[in-house]
Structure formats: C-alpha cells, structure tokens
Nanobody
C-alpha cells in the first residue's frame, strides 16, 4: 500500500527550529514535496525535490528552510530554521511525477503535521 507518513511537527517559539520527516512506502516517487495550509487559507507550496535531487523552494522560505531526501530510507525532510509566527500551519507531504507548485498535480498525500510558532 502506498502511503506517506509525516512526523516532527510541534510548538516552537519564534526564531526556533523544527525538522519534519516524511516516510514513503509502497514505491519510490520521482518527486516529493512539502505544502502547508493555514486556517482559512489555501494550501501553498513550500519545497520539492525531484529524482535528480534538484530542489525548488517557494520565495518565502528561501534561506530558512532546507529540503533533503534519503533515498535509502525513502524519506524526505524539511529542516525549518528561523521560524516565524506566520509559518504556523499544517504541513503536508506530497508525492508526484514532477515538480509543480500546484497541489492538484500530486497523487498521494500524507495526513499532515501541525507546526505552531508562538511569538
């Protein structure tokens, strides 16, 4: 069965760090991505890594977040530093066949993990 399982969310003060993990099972995906969704807002693209380890970031996380993957573990990570209250959201892992910022083109989603940044 194909599935994505996220972990690592939590409550942190502004300026702090968290590391999210997303373990994939069932098969290997060519593209793994992170999205987030705050209350009352649309789901937005955060970062993605493709088969060749090329990484794409949204402008609002460049320099603060780092996306990486471990092929042996079929796991993708999101290291989040210098967190801000506006980073508060449910963070989702997604898998698909190509890098795109639109959530419509991802085939499989994790259950989400809450990240809350206090001021």
């Amino acid at each position: 069965q194909e599935q994505l399982v996220e972990s690592g969310g939590g409550l942190v003060q502004a300026g702090g760090s968290l590391r999210l993990s997303c373990a994939a099972s069932g098969r290997t995906f060519s593209t793994m991505a992170w999205f987030r969704q705050a209350p009352g807002k649309e789901r937005e693209f955060v970062a993605a890594v493709n088969w060749y380890d090329a990484i794409t970031y949204s402008d609002f996380v460049k320099g603060r977040f780092t996306c990486s993957k471990d092929n042996a573990k079929n796991t993708v990570y999101l290291q989040m530093n210098s967190l801000k209250p506006e980073d508060t959201a449910v963070y989702y892992c997604a898998a698909g066949s190509r890098v795109t910022t639109s959530p419509r083109f991802y085939d499989l989603w994790g259950q989400g993990t809450q990240v809350t940044v206090s001021s």
